[in-house]
T-cell receptor, first 112, second 114 residues
């Protein structure tokens, strides 16, 4: 069963705007990761945030984690057409599982 | 480094045929895994391995077999293909067995079962 669920399923914005995607999960976690998938390609790791972290930045990416609400958000600032892709969150389960469970993804379209 | 290499990129099979999807990584990663990606379903874990000689089932293992005789290779076998196995298959690897490491993905094998 899915651990993480992204919201919205699809998002269309104009170049230069910010894009925010959300991920909710069901059980306590050790880490949460965000990945990007360009059409026809494999997933590429973007950022990992640990359960004891609240916010993390990487370039134009900002990830927040609220363990009390079991949710995370990915913010892409000043979006570009090249950011058009699907974005997935992935979680483990607190308690030692090595498995990483992915959500269904948010499809982001950035219009030039 | 080539990273994670999957072959073939595309394959069409008839129901009942068998085949092996190949996955190789050159990063000396201990952990390797197979996912399938279907429209609207995201990625679902099929099998995974924490090291040579060790494999375990994921969320959707039925109809698939795996083995891990070397650190580099993690093939996925379909013993008797069914139309429900039409999907895009991704292999991934990561350093160490802990979940605090990023996973590296291949570009997938697009499999159609007629």
């Amino acid at each position: 069963s899915q651990q993480g669920e992204e919201d919205p399923q699809a998002l269309s914005i104009q170049e230069g705007e910010n894009a925010t995607m959300n991920c909710s999960y069901k059980t306590s976690i050790n880490n949460l990761q965000w990945y990007r998938q360009n059409s026809g390609r494999g997933l590429v790791h973007l950022i990992l945030i640990r359960s004891n972290e609240r916010e993390k930045h990487s370039g134009r990416l900002r990830v927040t984690l609220d363990t009390s609400k079991k949710s995370s958000s990915l913010l892409i600032t000043a979006s570009r057409a090249a950011d058009t892709a699907s974005y997935f969150c992935a979680t483990d389960k607190k308690g030692g599982s090595e498995k990483l469970v992915f959500g269904k993804g948010t499809k982001l379209t950035v219009n030039p | 480094n080539a990273g994670v290499t999957q072959t073939p990129k595309f394959q069409v099979l008839k129901t009942g045929q068998s085949m092996t999807l190949q996955c190789a990584q050159d990063m000396n990663h201990e952990y390797m895994s197979w996912y399938r990606q279907d429209p609207g379903m995201g990625l679902r874990l099929i099998h995974y391995s924490v090291g040579a000689g060790i494999t375990d089932q994921g969320e959707v293992p039925n109809g698939y077999n795996v083995s891990r005789s070397t650190t580099e290779d993690f093939p996925l076998r379909l013993l008797s293909a069914a139309p429900s196995q039409t999907s895009v298959y991704f292999c991934a690897s990561r350093f160490g067995t802990g979940s605090n490491q990023p996973q590296h993905f291949g570009d997938g094998t697009r499999l159609s079962i007629l």
